[in-house]
């Protein structure tokens, strides 16, 4: 099982980054998809989440209405485009995979994760 995400960076506020997570090893379609946070000195923080199908999403109020989540089931990936960026955006992001819907901040309630991605927002 791999997941390996790409896109990190740094950006100014109010910028847009995407963030891609490719899945290897296991049924991806099967599977919801999330993104997860770490803010520096803080603990994880669950981002967003897509279903198998990729008809029906959920995102942390913080985040509603700038971010989107979606997925390509036939290249096994799942995407996040992260609009109106802040500051306290700044996070590595993870993406990771459950068998079930969760909104967890514990690694365990998840089945797979990705090695993390940086995400600076910065002047």
């Known amino acids: 099982v791999q997941l390996v995400e790409s896109g990190g960076g740094l950006v100014q506020p109010g910028g847009s980054l995407t963030l891609s997570c490719a899945a290897s090893?296991?049924?991806?379609?099967?599977?919801?998809m999330n993104w997860v946070r770490q803010a520096p000195g803080k603990g994880l923080e669950w981002v967003s989440t897509i279903n198998s199908a990729g008809d029906s999403t959920a995102y942390v109020v913080s985040v509603k209405g700038r971010f989107t989540i979606s997925r390509d089931n036939a290249k096994n990936t799942v995407y996040l485009q992260m609009n109106s960026l802040k500051p306290e955006d700044t996070a590595v992001y993870y993406c990771a995979a459950a068998s079930r819907y969760t909104t967890s901040r514990k690694r365990d309630d998840y089945n797979a994760w990705g090695q993390g991605t940086q995400v600076t927002v910065s002047s």
């Open positions: 090893g296991f049924a991806f379609s099967s599977y919801y």
